[in-house]
């Protein structure tokens, strides 16, 4: 009689903009990243009172964003709704996620960033760009925003990607061979939100299948998610 048992679902480290941050001490760090980490493990002595995190989709931005706002015990905003957590916000440090995602508030914006100097208290951005990009017209504003803290974040390097990969792997208890990893590596977009994807694909396949994950799989695997069938359900 086959074994149905399963595992219990596990939570993904690295979440990318879903859910609750992840560990410092298990934070794959490369020269990609490794200027924003560093900024991270040294607040509160930071450069700026406001800080701009700004880097490629799927970089990590926001799962640094979430260990800092751990870290700091920071108030996560909303970049549509910043009015609505000003009077709450107190002396604590902010947080806002994609704030060039869309329009920027640039009222709210600004009055933010005063209510956080005035305080004593920090702010951090993540954004896909740098503020000169924004398309601010708010003279104060982009006062203010020039006196931030730029740090970028570039899509992952070969180490990094490999760290994260095998990262991913052994967070849902998965043996892969390393050239399985390095295949991967090569062949996949270079971003960790694809890391991600294609890593809960390979173990779920290879879960139905009652399979080891082989390279023939992940080239399987990658194969179909570059001819759009990456989303589908197993």
Partial sequence: ?????????????????????????????????????????????????????????????????????????????????????????GARPAQIDDVDAGPVDEEGLFH?????????STLLLTARRFPSAWGVRLPDLASRLKAAAMVEIHEPDDLLLAGVIAKLFADRQVEVEPHVVQYLVRRIERSLATAMRVVERLDRTALERKTPITRALAAETVSAMDEGQGEFEI
């Fill in 1 to 89: 009689m086959p074994d149905n048992k399963i595992d219990p679902p596990r939570q993904l480290p690295l979440d990318l903009g879903h859910g609750t941050g992840y560990s410092r001490d298990e934070l794959v760090v490369s020269g990609t990243n490794s200027q924003a980490v560093a900024l991270v493990d040294r607040w509160p002595d930071w450069p700026s009172p406001v800080v701009v995190l700004a880097g490629p989709a799927g970089c990590g931005k926001t799962h640094l964003a979430s260990i800092w706002r751990a870290r700091a015990g920071a108030v996560k905003v909303d970049a549509g709704r910043i009015g609505d957590c000003m009077a709450s916000l």
């Fill in 112 to 120: 933010l960033i005063n209510a956080v100097r005035a305080a004593g």
